[in-house]
């Protein structure tokens, strides 16, 4: 990449890190949040997926405010009021429990990320940039999984985007190998704060994106007792496009999603919004 282009890309996913996807009030601690923490928003380690959920939702909500009020035309205005009620639809259905049902997921790139028959679950949400995954245990987030879109890189190599990282989060511990035991050997860049462990891991090669992983350091040193059931290699879908057509099937899990929302989905008609 040439110099010049590494600079854009330097500004923009400076600009996209520093923006983040969720609101940021920083923490009720006396201690001021890192860079690492800051990324989080407002979400915390610790809950559930209905609360993962509205604060995505009003942040959807939130995104569509200013051009519903700006518009003076009623279709143009249903439109849009179509539009916010799918994104959220969307997310609500994406929420996935991993009961040892094969899936997708089990030969994708999150395969390592969840174990079966442990009570564990995600909710993805694509952003304009990234698709996000958050994971719980026992009903409690303690994972985030970002892939940036290429778009978001545009050709630079991992060691700049690994450069990039440390500029806005700090200097990083530079790693080789296996990630995940029967998994292709990947390299990653490594952080380790006593409240939020991260990894930026290159998936350029086989999926065509890297990713930052931001993992709740608590839960991680409990895995061993949460994880009661040992992983059993599930069977899984051949191909990514299966991921693909996993995650537009809107009515995968529908009535986990109807407990975790609060809502009750009607399959006869297309949702609206709620009324405040």
Same mark, same amino acid.
């Given at each position: 990449?040439r110099r010049s282009s590494y600079g854009a890309f330097l500004v923009a996913f400076g600009l996209l890190l520093g &923006? ?51 518009t003076t035309d009623a279709i143009e205005e249903d439109r849009l009021r179509h539009k916010m009620a799918e994104e ?21 790139? #999150? ?55 440390? $500029?806005?989060?700090?200097? &990083? ?49 409990? #895995?061993? $007792? ?7 290699? &599930?069977?899984?879908?051949?191909? #990514? ?10 009515? $995968?899990?529908?009535?986990? &999603? ?19």
């Amino acid at each position: 990449m040439r110099r010049s282009s590494y600079g854009a890309f330097l500004v923009a996913f400076g600009l996209l890190l520093g &923006a983040g996807v969720y609101a940021d009030k920083g923490s009720a601690s006396n201690r001021a949040p890192s860079a690492l923490e800051q990324s989080m928003g407002d979400i915390q380690w610790g809950w559930t997926p209905k609360q993962v959920y509205r604060h995505l939702k009003k942040n959807v909500e939130a995104s569509y405010q200013e051009p519903i009020s700006k518009t003076t035309d009623a279709i143009e205005e249903d439109r849009l009021r179509h539009k916010m009620a799918e994104e959220a639809r969307q997310i609500r259905d994406s929420y996935f429990e991993f009961d040892g049902t094969p899936s997708a997921y089990d030969s994708g790139y #999150l395969k390592g990320e969840f174990t079966h028959n442990n009570g564990e679950s995600l909710i993805r949400v694509r952003t304009k940039n990234t698709q996000d995954y958050f994971f719980f245990i026992k009903e409690r987030l303690w994972k985030r999984y970002r892939a940036f879109d290429a778009s978001v890189f545009e050709g630079a190599t991992f060691a700049q985007f690994g450069n990039a990282l440390q $500029q806005r989060y700090g200097k &990083a511990k530079q790693k080789n190998g296996v990630l995940v035991p029967g998994s292709e050997s990947a390299q990653w860049y490594e952080w380790k704060e006593s409240r939020v462990l991260a990894r930026a891991v290159d998936n350029n090669e086989f999926y065509g994106f890297y990713c930052l992983i931001l993992e709740d350091p608590k839960t991680v040193a409990r #895995l061993g $007792q949460l994880r009661k059931n040992k992983p059993v290699q &599930a069977e899984a879908s051949d191909t #990514l496009v299966d991921m693909v057509a996993d995650e537009s099937n809107d009515d $995968q899990h529908a009535d986990i &999603a109807d407990r975790i929302t609060g809502e009750i989905r009607r399959h006869d008609t297309p949702e609206v919004d709620e009324k405040k």
